[in-house]
């Protein structure tokens, strides 16, 4: 179908932040498969831990105990405030069953009413029915049949709003991005989520977060909420989880889960071993203090030196933002042709993102030498941008 509108480049192969096209060309890779590839392509560990994998076992139903899947959901529970896990192949699955877990939670409590579900607009969760409605983005739910109930949308920042939707007495749960990323990098403050996490708790309010995209290590430390000091009821990962392969996941409390019982959800491919095999390979290797480390060091480079090409051409950047390796530059041409400038004359490849930003989000083991790379490609666009304005 012709939903993508796709870049004129024929990708061939991989290998850490460098790609290659059929025609020999080499990429330096700042998308990472949208912040998936949180190790690079064809990581010698996750390559092997496919590989001994797919010689023992692929698939298995979940009526079977998988042990990698237990092992898994082990080291998720033990790096995060959840007790309790549910594997999926996607983000948009893993934020499914966070918005039915959250209404399930209020009718295990004896009230069923509670089932309003507040999201922000600038944020993304992914292109199931449910996903689209909770980020209630026009241009993913227009055409595609009336909203569904229960669903609303705050303006992001509003907080009186927001406070009128913890205080509403139907509302099962709020559900955000700590750190947008389709939506052009903004951050809810630390202090914001703090205050987020007391109204929460005071009116019997689920917090959701969906982490698919900031989460896995990309803003710094494993978890991005981490940085507020607070934990939400829910958190929906993805993407780095799998470093490349398909698998998502819904952590949440016992507490939250409690509606959570038999027979009540599932999924044929969700939790397969070997998903589990390569999520646990990349969640052993994404969650050390040498890569959490490392995304500490090259994002502090990178925002640096892009505050200096920001006092350098302020006809082309408006603004640098973002946590960690999750960094936005907004722009003032037009970001897609940035992207295609970037691309053509600097074989530099970033991705789009909402607010006229490009997005940086190379793999999370960027070296410090490939960040200068980076920089210099970067300052080469913005020339190229610059000149093509002048011509
Ligand atoms: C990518 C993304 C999703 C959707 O993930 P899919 O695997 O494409 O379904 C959901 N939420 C956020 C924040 C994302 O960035």
Known sequence: MGVYNRAPLEVERGRGARLWSTDGTEYLDCVAGISTNGLGHAHPDLVQAVKDQAEKLWHVSNIFRIPGQEALADALTASSFADVVFFTNSGTEAVECALKTARKYHVANGQPERIDIYGFDGSFHGRTYGAINAAANPSYTEGFGPPMQGFHQLKWGDKDALKAAFENPTT????????????????????????????????????????????????????????????????????????????????????????????????????????????????????????????????????????????????????????????????????????????????????????????????????????????????????????????
Request: net charge negative; proline share 5%.
């Open 172 to 391: 099962a749960a709020i559900i955000l991005e700590p750190v947008q990323g389709e939506g052009g990098c903004r951050e809810t403050p630390v202090e914001d989520l703090r205050w987020m996490r007391q109204m929460a708790d005071d009116n019997g309010v689920l917090l959701i977060f969906d982490e698919v995209q900031c989460g896995m290590g990309r803003t710094g430390k494993l978890w991005a909420h981490e940085w507020a000091g607070m934990a939400p009821d829910i958190m929906a990962v993805a993407k780095a989880l799998g470093g490349g392969f398909p698998v998502g996941a819904c952590l949440a409390t016992a507490e939250a889960a409690k509606g959570m019982t038999v027979g009540v959800h599932g999924s044929t491919f969700g939790g397969n071993p070997l998903a589990m095999a390569v999520g646990l390979k990349a969640l052993s290797l994404i969650d050390s203090p040498e890569t959490l480390g490392n995304v500490n060091e090259i994002a502090g480079y990178l925002k640096q030196q892009l505050a200096g090409l920001q006092e350098r051409y302020p006809d082309v950047i408006v603004d640098v933002r973002g946590k960690g390796l999750l960094i936005g530059v907004k722009l003032v041409p037009n970001n897609r042709e940035f992207m295609a400038l970037a691309r053509d004359t600097q074989k530099l490849l970033v991705a789009g993102g909402g607010d006229n930003c490009v997005r940086l989000l190379p793999p999370l083991n960027l070296t410090l030498e490939e960040a200068r790379e980076a920089i210099d490609k970067f300052e080469g666009a913005c020339k190229a941008a610059r000149d093509a304005v002048s011509a």
